[in-house]
């Protein structure tokens, strides 16, 4: 594994909107800024909380049911590379609920901003590009 060294340049602060797609609104931002590598940080909570794991055995992704309710987003970070030679937003992120209880996962679309706020890092250094992985059926960054 080649270790490749990245400068901070750049970092972009905001708020998503009451309502907004999480996953979807940061992947627009990241498209929208030409982010192509880079890290994200977001707090904030949801009215509708959505994850899913990566099951290592069927190499799938199983969706939980969604949560319709309050939850805290208690941490989800994540970072920018190019799929397909397009900004693309991979975040993990880990909510908590009324009993203060943490469930989390990797983040797909469809959780529901109830506020949301965020930083992303833009960095100077080689391109990362995600390519179909074989042995784990990820799209893993080429080496
Ligand atoms: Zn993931």
Redesign the pocket.
Known sequence: MQTKYYEPTFVIGGRLPKGADLLESLSDICIKQEVTVGTVMVIGAVNRAVFSY?DQATKSYIDHPPIEEGMEIVSATGNISLKNGVPFV???VIYSGADGKCVG???ISGARVFSCEYFITLMKGLRLERVFDEETGLHLWKE
């Open positions: 990566y991979h975040m993990h996962g990797h983040l």
